[in-house]
């Protein structure tokens, strides 16, 4: 009988697996759908616990803070485009250093610090500015130095929490899953669906249910929600610890790409080509390896095909900028509107808190996902013959599918990014346009916030035009297993002249 599996089970690549029990070495053990529980709730009760905050920062800032609207959002604008930008380093240590296991780890419970720090800054009189006197703005009292540092920590914790969040979670839950095996894969493709699925679950009710207790009710038991939920999501996160598959830390991407998949070569980007020329100053070393020298001079096949995936996915990648400036709104300017609006219900009274119309958008694509998986995609693949039905359903799929296995974390990272870029956007965005035209007034009825939109809705519709052609030109990476190595398929629009595999 073979030893039980230890606690530090490691995923590789499937001729590493091969050589391990050539060897007599346990392989690893995916438990695939035994572990989503833990998984998947970790990820429903985090984006409870700090979505059901960030939704409502706005409104928390400008009421409780009594911090200016357009500082207000400038400032949180900022906190999200650093929130997003973090990612891009928590992904480098995950690969480099930490694996995921770990960097989730760390970052679950700084995200719980965070939220634990900014409950306090509501629950404590001292940690905030007093109410104000009146009704005019100018009664009240700004936050002191001392307050705003407590506001600041904890956006910090959150930013921290964030960065190692954001880019592993969902590679985290895919590690599970034997990629090997048909229904591994056919895993892998249902968990990216129930993952947006339960996203759209946990913003439905933090823009309801945690929205209504910090504006309706009490700001510390509203905060405090989201605090016990984020609390939970550790507890679940650990409970799973003895099942998890754990992928060891492989190096920097940025440094060294993929060791151990090999790619097709293409003939996309053949002037990157010229870094895998040997000329007469590279020095290779003799044996087997013929290893260069000085890999900053010559650089394997492997590394530049890696580079061609790369530059296929971030003109389809920077096409989510726009879209994101565009949703950044939905929480800024648009909740100033809702603020100004009369957002009582009937006779009994009811007023629908300023941050909840988000839900709206959100109502649809949590009815339609559950169909998507299980009508949809069962249908699609009958017509197409492919797994998951059709090619990525969103942008984080298509980057953990299409990047190399490497990068991963990296690959995860990229959504937060865009979205990061679209806030510092946005933010000068708002900046500019409040000091050259005054649409963005204070008061939302002195101003032309209509004239506003209306430049965010062309900048949107160029976007499209450019996607078009961005998804017209791209090749998609289709993986087949071939003893262990990857092979690079295009599109059908190409595969008639595909230049055959190059050994590397």
Known sequence: M????????????????????????????YHGWKVMPYVIGNETCERLGTIGTTANLLVYLTTVFHIPSAAAA??????????????????????????RYATLAAASIASFLGMLVLTLTAAIP???????????????????????????????FLV??????????????????????AAGRRGIASFFNWYYFTFTIAMMVSATLIIYLQSNINWAIGLAVPTALMALSCALFFMGTRLYVRVRPEGSPFTSFAQVAKIKHTDQFRWLDKAAVVTAEDAVVDGMSA????????????????????AWIIPVWSSSIVYYVMLTQLGTYTVFQVMQSDRRVGRSGFEVPAGSMVVFNMVA??????????????????????EEGITAIGLNELCYKE??????????????????????????????????????????????????????????????????????????????????????????????????????
Request: aromatic letters at 6%; proline letters at 7%.
């Open 2 to 29: 073979p030893p039980a599996p230890s606690q530090e089970q490691t995923k590789l690549a499937p001729e590493k697996q091969q050589h391990i029990s050539g060897h007599g070495e346990q392989a690893v053990r």
């Open 74 to 99: 400038t400032l949180l604008n900022v906190f999200s485009g650093t929130s997003n930008l973090a990612p891009l380093l928590g992904a480098f240590l995950c690969d480099a250093y930490l694996g």
């Open 126 to 156: 001292s940690l905030h500015p007093p109410p104000c006197a009146s009704s005019s703005s100018t009664s009240c009292q700004g936050p002191t130095h001392r307050q705003l540092a407590a506001l600041l920590a904890s956006f910090a």
């Open 160 to 181: 921290v929490g964030a960065g190692g969040i954001r880019p592993c979670n969902l590679a985290f839950g895919a590690d599970q899953f034997d990629p090997a095996t």
């Open 291 to 310: 290893a260069a020298a000085n890999p900053w001079r010559l650089c394997t096949v492997q590394q530049v095909e890696e580079v061609n995936l790369l």
């Open 365 to 386: 694509l949590t009815a339609w996902l559950p169909v998507y998986d299980r009508a949809v995609v069962p249908a699609l693949r009958r017509v197409t013959g492919r």
């Open 403 to 504: 990047s190399p296995e490497s990068m991963r974390s990296v690959a995860g990272a990229l959504s937060p990014l865009a979205l990061a870029v679209a806030s510092y956007a946005s933010g000068a965005m708002v900046t500019a346009v409040e000091r050259a035209t005054g649409w963005l007034a204070q008061d939302i009825d002195k101003g032309r916030v209509d004239l506003f939109y209306l430049v965010v809705g062309a900048m949107s519709a160029a976007n499209l035009a450019y996607f078009v052609v961005c998804a017209l030109w791209y090749r998609s990476k289709n993986i087949a297993d071939h003893g262990g190595v990857e092979l690079l398929q295009t599109s059908s629009k190409h595969n008639a002249d595909a230049p055959p595999a190059m050994a590397v």
